[in-house]
């Protein structure tokens, strides 16, 4: 194959326009307000959202490829390719003095500044290695300057090197390549950076390569932009759930999340700040998108009530008023859940940031009902969370309390944080509340077809785990191989406990209190060792997994 023509040259005809002129259709402007820009996006790149408590503090917007046939195929199989918008804080502005007022903006850059851990791209790129094991520069900094409304800018070209595998599972290196564009904006540094595989040599093909080029170096500035904050302001007083200045600052996080997106909306209830999406083709798609994310989140604050009956809250609990995403479909969620959440998962909860994230596409991955299942093990979860909070240690003679280690943005800063509970109680009582349906108002328990059909498998085949061993594990045990076996045995010893009386004779009433003393014990100290040793107290081991054996065997398909 040939070699391509420099890079830097390529970029030069575009700046001096004599490259092919581009096709408009193939590229869109976009923009992110609040720090005062817009620039050409690629046809195949859509926007995602950020994560909530995303704690790096310079990445303002990312771009992933909008469907299965933009990604680039290469010799290690298909990659995905993405366009990020970073913003560096030169200048911090002046520190508040006692009793002044400080306005939204200027907070929400201090917030920024207090998560960033690099000065300048420079910073980030001569001394964050982004997890990799091999980083070369190509360009460093060249100047380029400004043309039209384009500004000025200095151009970085650089590539990390990490190992992967190919498609059968050979060891390979995979080559990542970066250009960007950083642009001096007086007491601000704004980049944009794509980054794209590379199949051999230091550099993409060309054609990948123009793409980059046309994105990083298109930045232009807007017009000031008046009245924004203060109608975010007003929507956010006028919200009816956002009563304290808690719920307020919970809920400006939320809509400057989904700010610049046309098909991103929110809706709130007494329990849940929910986040919705729909198809960004389809506009007539937002209705039905609203009216299926009301009906979930009725049923969410349902099930709250529910977990409630069983775990009353108390006066530690952490955030109540919960964030619930809800994407479209799985592409979607995939985009928005990154590469940090495995293949396999269809919800998830976040305890960094609170958030439960969940997808629609209901009929095709799991079937009728299966989204409610999935929002109401994950809701389970971000309950829990609130619900088991660490106990403070009281300050030893002489000294004062120390305040919890806060996280600027984070509607939990200044409370300790949710404890580690044992999977097997944990996963298992996610898949307890998961097996409950909503039948004419009221809630029904239908044990869960899936988790019976495997827990007997395990069963018939003795391959269970002895349950005085499983009740001491944490995950990195129980998040192995055979982890789906492992959530079939928690839930179905959940199941056991609640329900198992109905075996008469067989059942021993002194098992009726284990799950309450547990989470006792978890509330009074945060131990999980003091919180099994003492739930289990006494307990005939034998006896105990004897009639949980029964119990799957002869009655989870009955009562």
Not at 32 to 54: S, W
Not at 102 to 109: E, F, H, M, S
Not at 145 to 154: E, H, I, R, W
Not at 231 to 241: D, M, R, W
Request: proline share 5%; net charge positive; aromatic share 12%.
């Amino acid at each position: 194959m040939a070699t391509p023509r420099s890079p830097l040259l390529a970029l030069a005809a575009l700046v001096l326009g004599t490259a092919a002129p581009l096709l408009a259709q193939d590229y869109r402007w976009e923009e992110v307000e609040d720090i005062g820009i817009k620039y050409r996006v690629y046809k195949k790149l859509t926007r995602v959202p950020l994560k909530l408590g995303q704690s790096d503090g310079m990445t303002r917007a990312q771009y992933k490829p909008d469907d299965p046939g933009d990604y680039i195929h290469g010799a290690g199989g298909v990659y995905s390719w993405d366009l990020f918008v970073y913003e560096f804080v030169r200048t911090q502005p002046k520190a508040p003095k006692e009793g002044d007022q400080i306005d939204a903006a200027t907070k929400a850059l201090l917030e920024r500044m207090a998560r960033m851990r690099f000065k300048s791209y420079e910073d980030f790129v001569t001394k964050d290695p982004g997890g990799q094991k091999d980083r070369k520069i190509l360009l460093r900094g060249k100047e380029v300057a400004a043309k039209g409304k384009t500004p000025a800018f200095k151009l970085w070209e650089w590539v990390t090197i990490q190992d992967g595998r190919t498609p059968d599972g050979r060891p390979a290196k995979d080559i990542w390549y970066r250009q960007a564009a950083a642009y001096d904006l007086g007491e601000r540094e704004v980049v944009i950076e794509c980054v794209l595989p590379v199949k051999r040599g230091d550099r993409p093909d060309q054609k990948f390569l123009s793409w980059a080029q046309t994105m990083v170096t298109s930045l232009q500035p807007l017009k000031e932009n008046a009245g924004g904050a203060g109608s975010l302001e007003e929507k956010v007083n006028a919200n009816a759930h956002a009563a304290t200045d808690q719920r307020k600052r919970e809920l400006t996080r939320a809509y400057k999340n989904i700010s610049d997106f046309e098909n991103w909306d929110l809706l709130t209830t007494p329990n849940f700040i929910v986040m919705f999406t729909w198809d960004k083709d389809k506009p007539d798609k937002r209705m039905q998108a609203e009216t299926e994310a009301k009906a979930l989140a009725g049923r969410m604050d349902k099930m709250r009530e529910l977990y409630q009956q069983y775990y009353p809250p108390h006066d530690r609990m952490g955030n109540a008023w919960s964030v619930l995403r809800i994407c479209s479909d799985y592409d979607t969620f995939r985009k928005y859940s990154g590469p940090d959440v495995g293949g396999g998962t269809v919800g998830w909860f976040n305890p960094g940031s609170k958030e439960l994230v969940i997808f629609m596409d209901r009929e095709k991955w799991m079937g009728k009902g299966g989204v409610d299942t999935v929002a109401y093990h994950e809701g389970w979860h971000q309950y829990s969370d609130a619900y088991f909070r660490a106990p403070v240690a009281a300050p030893k003679t002489g000294e004062t309390q120390k305040p919890a280690e806060t996280q600027p943005e984070n509607p939990n800063a200044g409370l300790m944080p949710g404890v580690e509970l044992h999977r097997w109680f944990d996963e298992g009582t996610g898949d307890y509340f998961g097996s409950y349906e909503l039948r004419n108002g009221r809630w029904v328990y239908a044990a869960s077809k899936m988790r019976k059909r495997d827990i007997a498998e395990i069963v018939t085949t003795k391959k269970w785990v002895p349950l005085r061993e499983i009740v001491s594990w944490n995950k990195d045990k129980f998040y192995g191989g055979r982890a789906a076996d492992y959530y079939a045995q928690g839930y179905s010893m959940v199941d056991f406990f609640r329900r198992g009386k109905a075996m008469g004779n067989a059942w021993d009433p002194a098992w009726e209190g284990i799950l309450d003393k547990y989470r006792e014990v978890m509330l009074k100290s945060g131990n999980q060792k003091k919180a099994v040793e003492e739930a289990f107290a006494g307990v005939d081991w034998a006896k105990l997994e004897e009639a949980w054996v029964r119990w799957v065997r002869e009655y989870m398909n009955k009562v």
